[in-house]
Each structure stands twice: as structure tokens, then as C-alpha cells.
């Protein structure tokens, strides 16, 4: 959805604050943090029959694993760590601390994400399609799809993600 309209407003300080910290902790920008508040406002009391429906097919769920995420045609010493943010069926959003040499082009047509489950006794190995990039004070976040997960990585995140 494109978005063609600036609003500009005054608040308090404690406001302003909190939206901040709100972003920061949600890895979002503060007008994205904003925007979601009055979507949730306006769904709520029923007052905007124009909101989209979510677009996303399955449901992610929030987590912080642990991971290593490099380019397939590296070795894997040469992996960087990084972390999982969120994780579905379909897709996963990570997190790089800034400054790595895993930078996405927009040439990058694959990355590999290496992690493990609490339930599961092998590692979890995924090829993704890198789709988008956002680059903040001290971390990148990731997001990108998932491509043809082998039958055990299909199957681990089925039982960890129902």
C-alpha cells in the first residue's frame, strides 16, 4: 500500500518517549509504530471500513533464537551470527549486527539460515530468498522468504510454531 499523506503533530515529551521506545523495542520507525496505533484504534471502534485485511498468509510468531546466517557459497566458519526475530511457514525477518561482512545486494538471491529448536536434536538449515533490508543505528533486519524446507525442517517448525 502506498503511502501519499504527511501528517504532522504536536505531544508531550512522556508521548513521544514511549512511541519511541515502542519502536525500538518493536525494531519499527516511529511513524510505523503510530500508524499501527491508530489502525488498531480505528478496527477497534469499528470507525474505517477501508482498512486492508493482513496480507500475510501465515501467521508469524515472535521469538529471539539464536542463528547463522551466511551466503551458501561460504563456508560455514564464515557464517555470521545473527538472530531470529520472527519465524512462519512462509518466512522469517532476522537480525545482523551492523557492520558484518553479510551485507544483501540486490543481486542476492539466497542466503542460509542456521539455528536450533529446543525440541529438536539437529540443526534447522533454510534456504531463504532475502526480500527486503532495513538498516538501523546498530543492527540490519532481514526479511525474506522460505524456499523448499527439507521434509525434517518443515516438520520441526510445524510441531515448534503450533
Not at 29 to 34: H, L, Q, R, Y
Not at 65 to 82: C, K, N, S, V, Y
Not at 123 to 135: A, G
Amino acid at each position: 500500500m502506498e503511502k501519499d499523506i504527511t501528517i504532522c503533530f504536536q505531544t508531550t515529551s512522556e508521548i513521544s518517549n514511549a512511541v519511541e521506545k515502542i519502536a525500538k523495542e518493536e525494531c519499527q520507525n516511529v511513524s510505523s509504530v503510530i500508524e499501527s496505533i491508530i489502525y488498531f484504534y480505528l478496527k477497534d471502534n469499528k470507525e474505517f471500513k477501508g482498512i486492508n485485511q493482513n496480507r500475510r498468509r501465515l501467521e508469524r510468531k515472535k521469538v529471539r533464537l539464536p542463528a547463522f546466517i551466511g551466503d551458501p557459497r561460504w563456508q560455514r566458519r564464515d557464517f555470521e551470527e545473527g538472530n531470529i526475530i520472527d519465524i512462519s511457514f512462509g518466512g522469517i525477518r532476522l537480525s545482523v549486527p551492523k557492520g558484518t561482512k553479510l551485507e544483501i545486494q540486490r543481486d542476492t538471491k539466497e542466503i542460509r539460515v542456521n539455528f536450533t529448536l529446543a525440541d529438536c536434536i539437529w540443526r534447522i538449515n533454510l534456504k531463504c530468498h532475502p526480500r527486503w533490508e532495513s538498516e538501523f543505528k546498530e543492527e540490519v533486519l532481514i526479511g525474506a522468504t522460505l524456499v523448499d524446507p527439507d521434509f525434517y525442517s518443515y516438520t520441526a517448525l510445524q510441531r515448534y510454531l503450533i
